[in-house]
T-cell receptor, first 115, second 113 residues
Framework: DGGITQSPKYLFRKEGQNVTLSCEQN?????MYWYRQDPGQGLRLIYYSQIVNDFQKGDIAEGYSVSREKKESFPLTVTSAQKNPTAFYLC??????????????FGPGTRLLVL | GENVEQHPSTLSVQEGDSAVIKCTYS??????FPWYKQELGKGPQLIIDIRSNVGEKKDQRIAVTLNKTAKHFSLHITETQPEDSAVYFC????????????FGQGTELSVKP
C-alpha cells in the first residue's frame, strides 16, 4: 500500500519542549514538503527538500528545523523558539520525473497542541 | 513572491446545482494550478489540476478553466452532491522554484440535500 504516513496523529507539547513530527513515503519521490495549516486558513510552506541531504526554507521556517538523511523520510522538529506552534501540520511529496511530476500528494496530517 | 486569492470563503448550494470557486494569482510565471479537496481532520486530496499551456480541463462533474492573461482560474462542480461538501483549496506553483505550492485561503462548500 503506497502513500505517505505521518505520526503521531495528535501531539502535545509542553512549554520549552522540542517535538518531532514524522513523515515517511514509499512513493520513491525525490521532493518532500512540510506545510502548516491554521484554522480557517490555507496551507503555508515551512521547509522543503528536493533531494537527500539538501533542504530549503519556506515562508515560515522560523522556529522549525528539518533533516533529510533518507529519501523516504523528512522529519520536522518544532523547537521551543516557535512561540505559537498549535496547528495542523501536513507533509507532502512529489515525484520529479514523468508526466505527473508537478503533483504533490499529502499525508493525513499531525495536529499539534500546546499544554 | 506569488500570492493567491480565493473567493468566496463560503459557498452554500442546493443538491444538483453548480458551484464555482475562483482564484487569482500574481506571478505570471506560475505554470501549474492544482485544486485540492480537504475533509475535516484529513489531508488535502488532489481533485483536478491544469498546466499553463491548457485553457480548460474536465473530469466528469469537475472542470477547471485558466485565463493566463487575466491571471485567474476557476473550479466548476456540476450536479453537486452532499458528499461534495468540504473545503476546497486552489494553489499555484512554479516548478523551477522547487515546485512550491502557494495556496489560496480555501472555500468551505456546503451542499444541502
Amino acid at each position: 500500500d503506497g502513500g505517505i504516513t505521518q505520526s503521531p496523529k495528535y501531539l502535545f507539547r509542553k512549554e520549552g519542549q522540542n517535538v518531532t513530527l514524522s513523515c515517511e513515503q514509499n512513493l520513491n519521490h525525490d521532493a518532500m514538503y512540510w506545510y502548516r495549516q491554521d484554522p480557517g486558513q490555507g496551507l503555508r510552506l515551512i521547509y522543503y527538500s528536493q533531494i537527500v541531504n539538501d533542504f530549503q526554507k519556506g515562508d515560515i521556517a522560523e522556529g522549525y528545523s528539518v533533516s533529510r538523511e533518507k529519501k523516504e523520510s523528512f522529519p520536522l522538529t518544532v523547537t521551543s523558539a516557535q512561540k505559537n506552534p498549535t496547528a495542523f501540520y501536513l507533509c507532502a511529496s512529489r515525484g520529479t520525473g514523468g508526466p505527473y511530476q508537478e503533483t504533490q500528494y499529502f499525508g493525513p496530517g499531525t495536529r499539534l497542541l500546546v499544554l | 513572491g506569488e500570492n493567491v486569492e480565493q473567493h468566496p470563503s463560503t459557498l452554500s448550494v442546493q443538491e444538483g446545482d453548480s458551484a464555482v470557486i475562483k482564484c487569482t494569482y500574481s506571478d505570471s510565471a506560475s505554470n501549474y494550478f492544482p485544486w485540492y479537496k480537504q475533509e475535516l481532520g484529513k489531508g488535502p486530496q488532489l481533485i483536478i489540476d491544469i498546466r499553463s499551456n491548457v485553457g480548460e480541463k474536465k473530469d466528469q462533474r469537475i472542470a477547471v478553466t485558466l485565463n493566463k492573461t487575466a491571471k485567474h482560474f476557476s473550479l466548476h462542480i456540476t450536479e453537486t452532491q452532499p458528499e461534495d461538501s468540504a473545503v476546497y483549496f486552489c494553489a499555484a506553483s512554479l516548478l523551477n522554484q522547487g515546485g512550491k505550492l502557494i495556496f489560496g485561503q480555501g472555500t468551505e462548500l456546503s451542499v444541502k440535500p
